[in-house]
């Protein structure tokens, strides 16, 4: 009887999802593609009987946001958020961490204010990835995500895997934010940016958080607007007042 429950309860899930005005998938313990209802067909513009059963890696390829003439979807920023525990200082709402969450949040609530599309990438333990979405309200979608983020990898930034995706993804503008004062970042970041790609740094001043004195070791270069946010600093101000993430 055992064996028979997984099934059972796709079932069960199966029917339920098509009562749902709700986009809805239902994917197996494997991450298979098993059923997915009328409302989601609409978006993904094809019926679960054209498709039906597919792999994770075949559906996750198949169904990629895509703008309605089928044109990979385009982020005008994408955020990346390093949560690389070994370069975070400090303890509850006055530690690097929650800094670098809540100025995420910021920049993500600015840039949607004005219509345009955010993605973001953490440098978490799961290695993170939010794209924009024509239909979903993405600035929700990384508020949920900002509200759990933690600084639980082992991966410094320069290392992290970010960096391939974001190379393979449309956008126009990367912001990173980090207190991580080593210059393989930076040198990753203008391997990658691409033609006609803004640069944006937010840099933690970790020592102002209680971490070691640390000189920056790097040059960011003209063509790169360096932020940096100490302890106490009002950077919703900052946004605000300097116009800090500026899209062509």
Known sequence: MERKQPDLV?????SFATKLATP?????????????????????GRSYLDVGKLPASRWQELFKPRTFDEQPLTADIWIVLDLDR????????????EYAISLAASVAI???????????IGNDAKGTLLEP????????????????????????LASALAWEKIRRL???????????????????LQAIRGRGTSLIAFYLDATTFGGPDR????????????????QGDDFSRLLRTRDAVRLN
Request: a negative charge; charged letters at 25%; aromatic letters at 6%.
């Open 170 to 188: 449309p956008r126009r503008a990367i912001a990173v934010i980090t207190p991580s004062p080593d210059a393989a970042w930076v040198h990753t």
């Open 24 to 44: 809805t998938l239902i994917a197996d313990a494997r991450g298979d593609l098993v059923y997915f209802n009328d409302a989601a067909a609409e978006v993904l």
């Open 86 to 97: 070994k370069v975070h200082f400090g303890s509850g709402e006055e530690s690097t961490v």
């Open 133 to 156: 979405h024509r239909v979903v309200r993405q600035d929700r979608v990384i508020l949920d995500y900002l509200a759990i983020a933690q600084a639980d990898s082992d991966t410094d």
């Open 110 to 120: 600015q840039i949607h204010s004005r219509g345009r599309k955010v993605g973001l």
């Open 10 to 14: 796709l079932i069960v899930a199966r």
């Open 215 to 230: 000189t920056l070791s790097f040059d960011l270069g003209s063509d790169v607007d360096l932020y940096v946010v100490r």
